[in-house]
């Protein structure tokens, strides 16, 4: 069975936000709640601050923190690797929310974010949170794909609906394989920079292992114990401290 | 707000079988896959109940004593044939409770007929109290239990209901001659059928007033201890679970109210549960989302927000106590029991705590100290900065 994973390459990724759009219409999602974004951070001050950018999908981790402490069992991990929350056991009580350490889980029945409140324009029939105007055919509530009822926790499936019908022995899902495209991942076939990587982890041949050993992988918030499945790797082979992003630094203008 | 339990929606667990549920009540139906409440199958003689994921299951060897109605804590489950026909008024001679297999003949008159002693809760048995108006209750004990398919090698099944009773009852200052007892009336083991007898003529109620009748005193049961304020009803957040209070509570209410005409001198004990939350509460609400009996609640007040309990609701599940994600709150069940110690307004304020909106996203959340950001902003920050070391140095 595969173990899916992703790598995401910093030293393309230009934060263009394409991924966290595609996510939007794969999943049904309201902006603001994508299932994935882009993180922005600054450090520094004038005339030499740093701005740096990281997109941040569900980390589908080894060891989910937020599977450990769901009290209904709703948080389960797939035999492939992937992390889903069946709805139909969720009690939206949010202990996920807090345990997650990297902040990728969705409660989305608070205030909305945008004005006007589309779950309100477009009103949901059942239990269902909203009825978008464009839906993905998907509804499997039993692995959290679809839209979100009323009063449950959502998150990042790496397009699980997807990724699922891959032929067996599958160890790279990318747009370069005509066959495989309609497998891969929503923001992953987007990627304008083809940063982002997605394949086995536990085919040694695959893409991601071999982009993970050439440009050192690494995990976000690895002192958690997590032990993340997406990895990001920056540049030039070097981890930590190496090169910066193209462009995006003052170093690299000196 | 009232704690009226909701609509009827009884069912009976097998077609054409006595024995029925009512799902609001039932904990491991309310709070699927999570609450451990097993008190049924436990107590089953012939191991014929079975909760499982998505509905209790009852097997056809089940010999309809209605000791598993008598082990629930919520008092989901129910069997006609516990309740007190008409009370006959003027008699002085004690009210003897007996047990269907007796042949009805040797039952002493005016005497009251159960499929099974062991059916009877402590409710049911203050129930029967307050109903036989002045006379004196005793459960008969024919020495037949340890050989009967719904007994067991303990002998009378309902030592420990009737134990209970007598604890409340004293606890309630009932004086001695109230409290119901135990009377060996032994029949010779031959005269005892093999199953327990279907309920031809036997005096009972039909389904349908049997459950809408204990419906009713619920409400007043409760009412009478201890009122909600009146006033306005204040919100609710989120999704948490209809408010129900336990049958068998209410039964124990009622009756112990009757008995002492409204005249109680303490909270008896043993009745009531106390949840205390320390200071590391940091307003995560797990506990009021998970709370079965929505005992537990939150309340949103202006621009703060109040965790809430109710004692009259709780029954002490303990989910609240392990799955805080602080630790922060403690359960003690019987906690009011202190002599003297009078019961709290219900519902209790917990904790409160001020909310404001989060300069990021906007939302409200309970904020501690001078933070501007809301808990899921403050781990993204945190995230980022925490990334921006590790992979741009």
Known sequence: ?254 | MSNTPSPLKYRPLRPQHPLGIIDDACLPLRAPRYASCRACEDVCPPRAIHVEDGGLRLDESCVACGRCAAACPMGALGLPGFTMPEPAQEKRSPLAVDCWKVPAKLTPEHGMRVPCLGGLSTGRILEILAGAGNRPVELLDRGWCVGCSAGGPDGHPSRTALKRACDLLEAAGAGPDWLPRLRDQHLPANLMPAAIPAAVGEATLSRRSFFSALTAKAAVAVDRIRPLPGGEVRRRRGFEREPVLSRERARVLWALDRITEGGWLSPPSGLFHRVDVNANCANHQVCASICPTGALAVYEQGQRSELMFDTTLCIACGECQSTCPSAALQLLPNGYAAPGESLPDRPTLLVTFAERSCVECGRNFAGLGEESLCPQCRKRRNLASSAFRTLFG
């Open chain 1, 1 to 254: 069975m595969a173990k899916w994973g992703m790598v995401i390459d910093l030293e393309k990724c230009t934060g263009c936000q394409a991924c966290s759009t595609a996510c939007q219409m794969e999943n049904n999602r309201l902006p603001g709640e994508n299932y994935q974004d882009v993180l922005y951070y600054t450090e520094g001050k004038q005339p030499t601050p740093k701005l740096q950018w990281f997109p941040r999908p569900c980390m589908q981790c080894e060891n989910p923190s937020c599977m450990h402490v769901c009290p209904t069992k709703a948080t389960y991990k797939t035999e492939d690797g992937v992390v889903l929350i069946d709805w139909n056991k969720c009690i939206g009580c949010k202990y996920c929310m807090i345990a997650c350490p990297y902040g990728v889980r969705f409660y989305t029945d608070e205030k909305p974010l945008v004005e006007p409140n589309l779950k309100e324009v477009f009103k949901g029939e059942g239990d269902l949170s909203w009825n978008p105007p464009y839906k993905s055919p998907q509804q499997d509530n039993t692995k959290g794909i679809g839209i979100q009822p009323n009063g449950v926790v959502s998150k990042c499936t790496f397009c699980y609906h997807k990724i699922s019908k891959a032929p067996k022995g599958t160890a790279n899902l990318s747009n370069d394989d005509p066959a495989l495209r309609e497998f891969v991942p929503a923001c992953v076939r987007t990627c304008p920079p083809t940063a982002r990587y997605f394949g086995d982890l536990d085919n040694p041949n695959s893409e991601v292992n071999r982009v993970i050993a050439a440009k050192k992988g690494q995990r976000l918030l690895e002192h958690t114990g997590n032990k993340p499945q997406v990895y990001y790797v920056t540049g030039a082979g070097a981890a930590g401290g190496g090169s910066i992003p193209g462009g995006r630094s003052s170093a690299n203008k000196a």
